[in-house]
């Protein structure tokens, strides 16, 4: 381990203000250390392969798992801020876009992670960090850097916690993948019991988000804010509380409208992938607005055709939820 990067880590640059920041996160801001968290959680899962990290949905997310961990429910913390001002520390160093060198060069602060991704491809890290990351006990040295220097000891548990969480849910989301690509569509009863339900959700939410790349299955929807905050949600086809099923083919990914249109049976999947609309849709002076045009529509599946959903899954939907009349 290079006693440079132990200390390094220990000497963050990080905004310290006691009336805006508490004693859990020993008065300074924690943007760095949760960044430094998730990008080391991307790296043992083999996510980031290569000295690039970009914005993606999946560091977004880690950072935001971390943040609500131990952050008052309505403090919300950015990505982008701490992803510019590492350059500070002097072991992360922005890529810039094409053209826009001399723009980075000059630019001292950053309003928004639109302006961010405006500049910039990503950051590298210094290579002899990123190598000292892609080894497991010195990553694991440089976590309980972060963890015991940055938080109070009564939250550090909790964030040990959470990356045992990621590294699971991950591992879970690559079974439910590899199975499904290997085997006609079988109830996952025995992954699924072997898995700690928080890790059962996380990890069925990031195989179903995965492989429909973040789009809503019903209206086609994609948005992903800056930060990697994703517009939709993993649905179970057939409820986990009747099979006990995180099958990715009994899965869509659902906007937050269409998810509750569909657990409320206003909407359904035909055999043939096509969008039904109940009548219930347009009843009781409801105004359904684009709604109304999905009928008939082509679901958007995933890229993969086995990872399409389950047609006996789409039909126990039809008769046990799908409003018919």
Known sequence: MAVSYLDRFARLRMNQNTTHWTATTCYRAPHK???????????????IASN???LTPDLGELF?????????PGQRGNLFMPFFHLTSDQFWHLVPQPGQEAMLTATRQIASASQLRELVLGARLDDALFALLATADSRNALRMVLIETYFAPEVQTTLREQGTINAEAFSYSQLLLDQARIVPHTPMIREAALAR??????????AIVTAYTHRCALCGIRM????????VDAAH?????????????????????CHWTFDEGLVGVSANYLVLASPQLVANHNIPSYLST??????????EQ???????????????VFRTR
């Open 64 to 72: 935001t798992l971390y943040w609500a961990r131990v952050m008052p």
């Open 52 to 54: 690039l990290i970009e």
């Open 197 to 206: 339900p928080v890790v059962r959700d996380q990890g069925f939410r990031r």
């Open 33 to 47: 250390p949760f960044l430094l968290l998730a990008v080391m959680d991307l790296i043992a899962e083999g996510v």
């Open 237 to 257: 086809i057939v409820p986990w509380s009747v099979t006990y099923d995180d099958n990715p083919r009994n899965g869509l990914a659902l906007c937050r409208l």
């Open 306 to 320: 086995f990872l399409w959903p389950d047609l006996e899954s789409l039909s126990w939907h039809r008769r046990n």
């Open 224 to 231: 992903v804010t800056p930060e990697g905050h994703s517009v």
């Open 294 to 303: 999905l009928t008939n529509r082509i679901i958007i599946g995933p890229a």
